[in-house]
């Protein structure tokens, strides 16, 4: 591509609270990925209409030049684009709250997008991400979607079934959050760390951490974080400070105690602590709850100031740091810079001991064909027994989908190792189906 071409983006998910935060990070990296057009898609007219308007304001005031619409016309969102930010929520907190509460009814796990709740997640977002990446290429058949939609594991399994030959990349937030909290630990920015990485989404491990000059960060991290676990005394995480965060930061500890080789994703602690994590939730107030009354009471506060105040002069509208890696990866496929990046791919060698069609997260260089995965190496066999049996999960839930299999969903959620037995699956399944009548297909 030429080096002065503009991009026209849409995001899909324009009501989310994440929005304006990505909306400033693209603004703020203007002169290295330049836009000519950027729109706002979502089904809810209600949401977006909000962080739309303020947004118009907002571009209006700071980026005339960019051609700025919001829209829930899949024809007018999708026409003439060349890529597509996907982030979609299927069934809003809402559903996210009952993902977490009818587990720990159960005494089981509650949680976004690990065990039960993510599971639940996952059977709402398969069919909505499938429809998406078809409005996609039939509106732009050469635009490339970043997706980091949540359960990532569960949808980037189902477009590698799916959609095989989409233009589609499965990223996540989380480890980019973690690295920014490794290099403030050993002082650096996260751009001068280079990793290797293995795992599932949500479900890994660092092996190597490095700085430019090649020098070995391992030991002090490794010694800081069986003290303090990943948290640190400077915040500019913005996404990941709430208690149930900090706790969770903390808890990075007794990962790494369990497998000290290695530098743990803090998702793990829903695996390997599930009778600390369930002990520890609030059944009554959980992260959704947190969420509804903090980031979603604020950002749509703030997005309402603008809108009444005529004006983005002093808004509480931040740039979400964490979304800098979106651009990055953008820019990789736009210019072929085959800058390496954690990927969601699909493993094929990257991992050389583990399933080949497992959807893993690895290094990878990103170009213009999508990402190429590095390869790790052999794994040992603890980590390896893990991931078979949660890749086994994720597979059995996309499958579950596509068959409308009852038994194949209760399989997935007894092989989970956030449940205690396939009992306690059968009777989280029965509530998660009543709950999710309106969203997943029909089990029989």
């Not at 069986?226 to 913005?238: A, F, H, M, P």
């Amino acid at each position: 591509m030429k080096s002065n071409k503009k991009f026209s983006v849409v995001i899909a998910g324009g009501g989310s609270t994440f929005t304006p935060g990505i909306v400033m990070m693209l603004l703020d990296n203007i002169d290295r990925f330049p836009l000519r057009k950027l729109k706002l898609y979502d089904n809810d007219k209600q949401r977006q209409d909000v962080i739309g308007e303020a947004l118009h304001i907002l571009l209006k005031e700071n980026a005339p030049e960019i051609e700025f619409t919001y829209t829930t016309d899949p024809e007018e969102a999708f026409t003439d684009v060349d890529f597509c930010m996907a982030h979609i929520r299927v069934g809003k907190y809402e559903m996210r709250e009952k993902d977490e509460k009818i587990p720990l009814k159960h005494g089981v796990v509650g949680q976004e997008t690990c065990g039960p709740g993510g599971i639940a997640y996952g059977m709402r977002s398969i069919g909505p991400m499938i429809e998406l990446i078809d409005i996609m290429e039939n509106y732009s058949p050469d635009c490339w979607m970043l997706n980091y939609s949540n359960p990532a594991a569960i949808v980037a399994e189902a477009c590698r079934i799916l959609r095989p030959n989409s233009k589609v990349l499965n990223i996540c937030d989380m480890p980019v959050g973690t690295l920014r909290r490794m290099s403030q630990i050993v002082g650096l920015t996260p751009k001068d760390l280079e990793v290797n990485y293995f795992g599932l989404n949500h479900f890994g491990w660092w092996t190597s951490v490095k700085d430019k000059e090649g020098n070995d960060l391992m030991p002090m991290l490794r010694e800081y974080i069986s003290e303090n676990g990943y948290l640190n005394q400077i915040e500019v995480d913005t996404q990941h400070t709430d208690p149930s965060w900090q706790d969770t930061h903390r808890k990075a500890k007794d990962l790494i105690a369990l497998d000290p080789n290695f530098l743990p994703n803090t998702y793990l602690k829903y695996y390997l602590y599930p009778d600390y994590v369930v002990e520890h939730s609030n059944k009554e107030y959980t992260r959704a709850n947190e969420v509804m009354d903090g980031r979603e009471k604020t950002v749509f506060d703030a997005a309402r100031a603008i809108i009444k105040s005529g004006t983005s002069k002093g808004s509480e509208f931040h740039i979400d740091s964490h979304a800098s890696f979106i651009v990055d990866l953008a820019r990789a496929i736009a210019y072929n810079t085959n800058e390496r990046m954690l990927c969601i791919v699909e493993n094929k060698g990257a991992i050389e001991n583990f399933d080949p069609t497992a959807m893993v997260e690895v290094p990878c260089l990103v170009g213009s064909n999508g990402a190429q995965a590095l390869v790790q190496g052999s794994i040992p066999q603890f980590e390896k027994g893990l991931m078979e049996q949660q890749v086994s999960v994720e597979k059995l839930v996309v499958q579950a989908w596509i068959e409308g299999s009852y038994q194949k969903l209760w399989q997935a959620l007894t092989l989970s190792k956030t449940i205690p037995s396939a009992k306690v699956a059968k009777e989280v399944l029965d509530d998660l189906i009543e709950a999710n009548k309106s969203y997943w297909p029909e089990l029989v």
